[in-house]
């Protein structure tokens, strides 16, 4: 069974159709790269597995988006439930105005996951999967707010990771960073592969030829081509996606 | 040629006009300060301020604004008990909670409280708010502290909510992303990252609104009861800084001593309302770096 899987979905900002039956199906520990020019849907689509599209006003949907089986659309979902399950990167790293444990523990403290030397323990188990924990061991108490761009997402991560979210929507998380820090975010993911289902959104080809296993390509609010990675860069099956793979367009 | 003088007449007259306001408050600050230091040749600086009694037409006079201090401090203290909690909820609920409809008409009848002059709400205080404070304490006058806090609050709550609200907004919205992506309801992101973040503004919003209050004059002079004696509660009648300057500047020969208490009085309100800005200002500017 697919982690995500997303059947005729179609998105309506007012009169404006952003998504055209779209149909897709994540597979679980795997990265997933959505590629596209901008404005073509992909970070809608994105924000359609967690509902995040629900806070725009005058948005309307049709289709069902399924995650791990259950249906999110056709049915009012748990939000607090599925957003917890379903995590989010943004674009520009938004660590809470808080310490930096109190970003970590955000999440775990809204759930009431946890207390008292068993937060501490998922803070410090959390910050160590996104290997901050060394850097920011002395500095737990200090506002997030003061740490460099790459810390603050890496933080960010961390959030997700310490609320055991099991899917990772990554909204062009490396775009404010600058190239090592977006390799590192890289490496990041690649050890993170094992335990979540990572979807990233990237306005970079080379990134999604990077770090993805599977690449969908999206064009005009259609998901034009899915499949592997190797396949979509090499051997496309569509016109459309050669011609924006080779840089004849986007 | 002839532009170039036009140009440097111009530049003249903006930079008069400019300067002229700073001009105007550097006068007025010092004619405060030359009236109002004068009593202090015959009434000690301490003596003035922790003076229990305040009878300026006695013989000899008694001119010791204690009551008075204690009086502005009263009525504002209980202000800002009401005027802060209710401000900053209405600012949260007009930014966060309420929708776009009723935000506006909301957002219209603030203005519309802030646009009632203060002797209107004085005489509304006067004739419904004293009456039923008499009764409802069964105390033989409504004209008292409590009375004058409420009407104050009213006051108040316009920059409150005004100036919190727009702190709220300037909260930047990927933290409100942030939260509710990681589950959070509305209420917890409202109290556990938008609140952090909009602090300073609101603080500050509290600032100005206390400032508001404290050099505050008709509408405490019309319902406080200008009693100049040291309360001991809140259902008794005050007198504050600002009514005593207005009730009695009138009446006092100008070089008398009672003259010269009364500016200094005005050199008090100042150093207040001075700090009470300054503060606010810190937060404001926290704010923005």
């Keep these: ?250 | 040629m002839l532009k170039k003088i036009k140009e440097f007449i111009i530049e003249r007259l903006i930079f008069l006009s400019g300067i002229a306001s700073i001009v105007f408050v550097l006068l007025i600050f010092i004619f405060l300060l030359k009236e109002g230091i004068s009593i202090f040749k015959t009434v000690g600086l301490f003596d003035f301020l922790s003076g229990r009694f305040w009878y300026p037409i006695s013989d000899p006079p008694k001119l010791g604004i204690l009551p008075l201090i204690m009086g502005s401090l009263l009525v504002t203290l209980g202000a800002v008990v009401i005027a802060v909690p209710l401000g900053i909820a209405s600012a949260f609920y007009i930014a966060e909670v309420a929708s776009p409809r009723v935000r506006d008409a909301l957002k219209s009848c603030v203005e519309v409280l802030s646009a009632i002059p203060s002797v209107v709400l004085g005489f509304i205080g006067m004739v419904t708010l004293v009456p039923f404070v008499k009764a409802l304490f069964k105390i033989p006058t409504g004209l008292t502290a409590f009375s004058g806090s409420i009407m104050l609050a009213f006051m108040a709550l316009p920059t409150i909510i005004s100036i919190s609200e727009d702190a709220i907004n300037a909260v930047p919205r990927q933290y409100k992303e942030g939260a509710i992506a990681l589950g959070a309801t509305h209420w917890q992101t409202l109290y556990r990252v938008i609140i952090h973040g909009a602090m300073p503004g609101v603080i500050a919003a509290s600032m100005l609104g206390i400032g508001r209050v404290i050099g505050e004059t008709m509408a405490v002079m019309m319902i406080t009861g200008n009693a100049a004696v040291i309360p001991t509660t809140f259902l008794q009648p005050v007198r504050t800084l600002t009514a005593t300057i207005a009730a009695e500047m009138g009446e006092t020969v100008r070089g008398s001593e009672h003259y010269y208490a009364l500016f200094a009085i005005g050199i008090v309100l100042f150093v207040i309302s001075f700090l009470i800005n300054v503060t606010a200002d810190l937060f404001l500017h926290k704010d923005k770096r």
């Excluded at chain 1, 073509?40 to 599209?53: A, D, E, F, P, Q």
């Excluded at chain 1, 607090?80 to 808080?98: A, D, E, H, S, T």
């Design chain 1, 1 to 250: 069974m697919s982690a995500i899987e997303i059947r005729g979905l179609n998105l309506y900002y007012g009169k404006f159709q952003a998504l055209i039956n779209v149909n897709m199906a994540v597979e679980a520990k795997r990265i997933t790269a959505l590629i596209g020019s901008s404005g073509c849907g992909k970070s809608t689509l994105l924000r359609c597995i967690n509902r995040m599209n629900d806070l725009i006003e005058d948005v309307r949907t049709e289709g069902s988006v399924k995650v791990d089986g259950a249906e999110i659309y056709k049915v009012r979902p748990d939000f607090v439930k599925l957003r917890k399950k379903v995590g989010m990167v943004f674009q520009r790293p938004n660590p809470f105005p808080l310490s930096v444990y109190e970003n970590v523990a955000f999440g775990p403290r809204i759930h009431h996951m946890a207390r008292g030397s068993e937060l501490d323990g998922i803070v410090e188990a959390s910050l160590k999967d996104v290997l901050l924990w060394d850097d920011l061991k002395d500095k737990l108490k200090r506002s997030a707010l003061g740490l460099s761009l790459e810390q603050r997402q890496r933080l960010c991560i961390a959030r997700l990771i310490a609320v055991r979210s099991e899917v990772l929507l990554m909204d062009e998380p490396c775009s404010a960073l600058d190239p090592m820090a977006t390799l590192k975010i890289e490496e990041l993911m690649q050890r993170l592969k094992k335990d979540y289902t990572i979807i990233i959104v990237t306005h970079n080809m080379q990134q999604a030829a990077r770090v993805s296993e599977d690449t969908g390509f999206m064009l005009l609010g259609e998901l034009v081509e899915f499949g592997r990675t190797e396949e979509i860069f090499t051997k496309p099956r569509d016109k459309r996606t050669e011609d924006y793979i080779t840089g004849r367009f986007g």
